[in-house]
């Protein structure tokens, strides 16, 4: 590879890790902070809550590497149009086409594997380890997720409890509100309590305090005070069951689904939109070389055109996500998932070797 061509990747690669890592975390950041939520609601330890969110990169990774990629190709060569760089390293002999092909194309193969590897493996590895990470948070039991102070907490539909302190196991000022049922509410005040969830145990305990029912049919509350009660908890704990949706299931499983003939429409959607994704790369990154074939001069006015293929760079994206919604709905298209980034491919590869002034001449003649 020519010094030329290092130097190129150079360029493109510095400018695509500081709009990745600025679109990622932006994007990291606002996901993390959307389910912050989890540490004030259930029983997540911070460590948790980090596990869980740096499992959102990899998803993260793969919807922002393409637009990254994009826009760093577009700012770098810019640059090296308007330092003119570029007419420097036309001075070899060779146009600027057949200068940045070859870097392109070393760069379209790298991301290329990279998005594979992504959509293929690591993405529905991360999103199952997500789903088991709720699963396991939402069926964590009610007596775990509810000790905290001076806070209402509805661990379940039907339960909202509230402690003044918590020392240990000891509680003190307590609202439990029971609404498990529906014809005979009750709601528990006590001076004190005590939380037994040792030894497989899921009961807390109360002391000198009140229940107050409200019987729905009469529309009638009656109070009973009381020294000691008990309530088990076992009732208000959350089952979940382990079910994964098909972007969550390896791409493995899902091959031997297709192989076997147990899929569902969606499966077999997702399944080869995981490969058809990385094909769409390659557009996204010969694209911005129109922008240089169209001005030849380093004082060009440049940002009509570049906002022109920065719009087609965003159809592309558009035909990306529509085609993988039309295949969930549709398995029949499959064969045209696979072409249509093939042949937007071949259209803009073919553009850039049309010569324009040629075509000019003939329609003038």
């Keep these: 590879m020519s010094r030329i061509s290092i130097y190129v990747i150079k360029e493109i690669s510095s400018s695509f890790l500081f709009i990745f890592s600025l679109l990622t975390l932006v994007v990291w950041l606002s996901q993390a902070l959307k389910n912050l939520e989890l540490l004030s609601n259930d029983s997540v330890t911070i460590s948790s809550y980090t596990f869980f969110s740096l499992l959102l990169i990899p998803k993260l990774s793969m919807l922002v590497i393409p637009i990254s990629i994009f826009l760093a190709i577009i700012f770098a060569l810019n640059k090296l149009r308007l330092d003119s760089e570029l007419i420097i390293f036309g001075s070899t002999g060779n146009s600027n086409r057949d200068i940045l092909l070859k870097p392109l194309f070393v760069i379209g193969l790298f991301f290329f594997s990279i998005i594979l590897f992504l959509s293929v493996y690591l993405v ?187 719009t087609f760079g965003i159809l592309i994206k558009f035909i990306e996500i529509t085609m993988e919604s039309i295949l969930i709905n549709n398995n029949n298209l499959v064969i045209i998932n696979y072409l249509l980034p093939i042949i937007i491919f071949i259209i803009i590869i073919l553009f850039l070797f049309v010569n324009i002034n040629y075509i000019k001449e003939k329609l003038k003649s």
């Design 124 to 310: 529905p590895k991360s999103s199952a380890e997500i789903r088991l990470q709720i699963i396991e948070i939402r069926s964590s039991s009610t007596s775990s997720s509810i000790m905290k102070e001076k806070r209402f907490i509805t661990p379940d539909q039907n339960l909202t409890v509230f402690f003044k302190k918590i020392i240990d196991q000891d509680i003190y000022g307590l609202l439990l509100h029971d609404r498990s049922e529906k014809s005979n509410i009750k709601t528990y005040v006590a001076k004190k309590g005590f939380l037994d969830n040792r030894n497989g145990n899921n009961s807390i305990y109360l002391y000198d305090g009140t229940m107050q029912m409200y019987d729905e049919e009469q529309s009638k509350i009656s109070e009973i005070e009381f020294e000691s009660y008990s309530i088990n908890l076992n009732s208000f704990d959350k089952v979940v069951q382990n079910y994964f949706y098909a972007d969550e299931i390896s791409s493995l499983s899902l091959m031997k689904k297709i192989l076997s003939s147990e899929y569902d429409n969606y499966e077999y959607g997702v399944f080869h939109s995981r490969f058809t994704k990385a094909l769409y790369v390659f557009s996204l990154i010969f694209l911005p070389l129109i922008i240089f074939k169209l001005i030849k001069k380093p004082d060009d006015k440049s940002g009509l055109i570049i906002s022109i293929i920065v």
